[in-house]
């Protein structure tokens, strides 16, 4: 398998995925918010529109497949910026619950319009035939992960 990596094909893959990562490690923000935080303003925004409530850090990490302590902290963060709220649950004290304030409800929607633009401007750039084949593409590369992490 290793002598495989000397071909032509799994260079370009290797190096492919390579600039992929490097693109990581610089954190893209999303109309001013880091990945984290936009995933968690969606998920209670989302959350919030289909039970019209609030909702516990347990159903947001469960939402991102994240820990509570991680949606706690990033929770935290939104919190001080005002986009979020906390509230006790009037009918269990122990439980907490978040939901977007005003402004992390324009927050929200204006980072999702962001990452909306940014997809579409790919397609502009790939055309629509090849965004097709990368979206078919990828999906193929996540499967064989996932079986791989089986």
Request: glycine share 4%.
């Given at each position: 398998m290793l002598a495989d990596l000397e071909s032509a094909t799994a260079q370009k893959l290797l190096?492919?995925?390579?600039?992929?990562?490097?693109?990581?490690?610089?954190?893209i923000r999303i109309a001013g918010?880091?990945?984290?935080?936009?995933?968690?303003?969606?998920?209670?925004?989302?959350?919030?529109?289909?039970?019209?409530?609030?909702m516990k850090i347990s159903e947001i990490s469960q939402v991102l497949k994240v820990?509570?302590?991680?949606?706690?902290?990033?929770?935290?963060?939104?919190?001080?910026d005002g986009l979020v709220e906390r509230t006790i649950d009037p009918k269990d004290r122990r439980a907490v619950k978040i939901k977007l304030t005003s402004a992390?409800?324009?927050?929200?929607?204006?980072?999702?319009?962001?990452?909306?633009e940014t997809f579409l401007g790919l397609i502009d750039d790939l055309g629509e035939e090849e965004s097709e084949q990368l979206a078919g593409l990828l999906t193929k590369v996540h499967d064989y992960f996932q079986k791989l992490n089986r």
């Open positions: 190096h492919a995925f390579m600039q992929f990562r490097k693109t990581g490690r610089r954190v918010y880091n990945p984290s935080e936009f995933k968690v303003l969606a998920a209670i925004e989302h959350g919030a529109n289909e039970k019209n409530t609030e820990t509570p302590p991680t949606v706690t902290q990033i929770v935290n963060i939104l919190e001080k992390g409800m324009e927050a929200a929607q204006k980072a999702r319009s962001a990452f909306t």
